[in-house]
Antibody, heavy 123, light 107 residues
Framework: QVQLVESGGGVVQPGGSLRLSCAASGFTFSSYGMHWVRQAPGKGLEWVAFIRYDGSNKYYADSVKGRFTISRDNSKNTLYLQMNSLRAEDTAVYYC????????????????WGQGTMVTVSS | EIVLTQSPDFQSVTPKEKVTITCRASQSIGSSLHWYQQKPDQSPKLLIKYASQSISGVPSRFSGSGSGTDFTLTINSLEAEDAATYYCHQSSSLPLTFGGGTKVEIK
């Protein structure tokens, strides 16, 4: 079945780094744009970053621009989020999400979500 | 940035009642508006895409309407399993944004 499984979350000190992974299965990963969305404890959803199906374009929320990097390895069916210079306000559950149609280029709905991985930034 | 304003923030509803949630965009987004349901400790689930397009496997009591700046999610004949928080999301322009959410509680 179509599935996304995140990993890599944990507790990190302010200023530290983490790399999240999102393993995809059950669909042609290399044909779809992918997103990261986060949710702070008790709060709503916040879009973080997008990458085109071929990795040629990447877009970020202002809140993470210059600190986070989205990437993908289509040979491994895996999406990544490298998070540097982490701040307390980055504490959240991070979800990866698939776009709803091929070549949506960031304009699609999110039809498949992972279960999320928790990132806690605290000293 | 396009701001999405949902109302109400919270709604307590009796089973079989009709629920209406609105989402207003700060500028026109055409039909690039999607609705999600999130139950406690679960990931969001896509309910409606492009304002009114149904999603396979989603009960028919869920429907969406609207275009431009004003959108509505309707739940006809609410069931106990519909207790959740509902979010709208616009994909018209970057940065992508979400509404603040509407929590639906079952009385």
């Amino acid at each position: 079945q179509v599935q996304l499984v995140e990993s890599g979350g944990g507790v990190v000190q302010p200023g530290g780094s983490l790399r999240l992974s999102c393993a995809a299965s059950g669909f042609t990963f290399s044909s779809y744009g992918m997103h990261w969305v986060r949710q702070a404890p008790g709060k709503g959803l916040e879009w973080v970053a997008f990458i085109r199906y071929d990795g040629s374009n990447k877009y970020y929320a202002d809140s993470v621009k210059g600190r986070f990097t989205i990437s993908r390895d289509n040979s491994k069916n895996t999406l990544y989020l490298q998070m540097n210079s982490l701040r307390a306000e980055d504490t959240a559950v991070y979800y990866c999400a698939k776009e709803s149609y091929i070549a949506a280029a960031g304009r699609g709905a999110f039809d498949i979500w992972g279960q999320g991985t928790m990132v806690t930034v605290s000293s | 940035e396009i701001v999405l304003t949902q109302s109400p923030d919270f709604q307590s509803v009796t089973p079989k009642e009709k629920v209406t949630i609105t989402c207003r965009a700060s500028q026109s987004i055409g039909s690039s508006l999607h609705w999600y349901q999130q139950k406690p400790d679960q990931s969001p689930k896509l309910l409606i895409k492009y304002a009114s397009q149904s999603i396979s496997g989603v009960p028919s009591r869920f429907s969406g309407s609207g275009s431009g700046t004003d959108f509505t999610l309707t739940i006809n004949s609410l069931e106990a399993e519909d207790a959740a928080t509902y979010y709208c999301h616009q994909s018209s322009s970057l940065p992508l944004t979400f509404g603040g959410g509407t929590k639906v509680e079952i009385k």
